[in-house]
Structure formats: structure tokens, C-alpha cells
């Protein structure tokens, strides 16, 4: 995947996970950011980055997401090895 695709992708998720009050206010927390920080820099590849790694912790959150995003829920993955920091390891 194309990484400005996967940003498009990753901007969709972040305003899944902004309309989600239950949840927002965990990734909030569990970051440190604030709601002005993420209306800032709502648009950075490596902040879009983290939301996924966010969204991707728990499957039922892989789930709805993927879901409202009208997406297979691989294509979370997908998105988030496309972002800084998302390749696979090389353990070579």
C-alpha cells in the first residue's frame, strides 16, 4: 500500500476513534495527548501511525473500526505498515 493512501486510511480511523467518547479519552490518556495536540497534528504520518497502533491493540476495536471504515480488517494492518516505523522487523 502507498503511504498516502494509507495516511487517507489512517485519517478515516482517527475520526472513527474521535467519535468513539469511551474510547477517545483512553488514547488520549494512554498517549498523553491532548485534543488540541491531536487536532494539530491529525495530519503527521507518525501521529496517524500511533492511532493505528492504538486501534490495532484490541480486536474488537480492529473490528468496529474496520467496520464503520467499510474495510477488511486486515487492511488496518495494511495501513500501518505503510506509516513510519510499520515495517516488519528483520531479525537477521
Not at 468513539?20 to 498517549?31: A, N, R
Not at 480486536?59 to 495501513?79: N, Q, S, T
Request: hydrophobic share 55%; aromatic share 6%; glycine share 8%.
Amino acid at each position: 500500500m502507498q503511504q498516502d493512501l494509507a495516511e487517507i486510511g489512517a485519517m478515516r480511523a482517527l475520526a472513527w476513534l474521535a467519535a468513539q467518547e469511551d474510547l477517545v479519552g483512553v488514547f488520549l490518556g494512554s498517549t498523553g495527548t491532548s485534543l488540541e495536540d491531536l487536532r494539530a497534528r491529525a495530519a503527521e504520518p507518525e501521529f496517524l501511525a500511533s492511532v493505528l497502533d492504538f486501534v490495532l491493540m484490541d480486536d474488537a476495536w480492529v473490528i468496529a473500526c474496520a467496520d464503520a471504515l467499510e474495510v477488511a480488517p486486515g487492511r488496518l494492518i495494511e495501513m500501518r505498515q505503510a506509516l513510519p516505523g510499520g515495517g516488519l522487523p528483520n531479525w537477521t
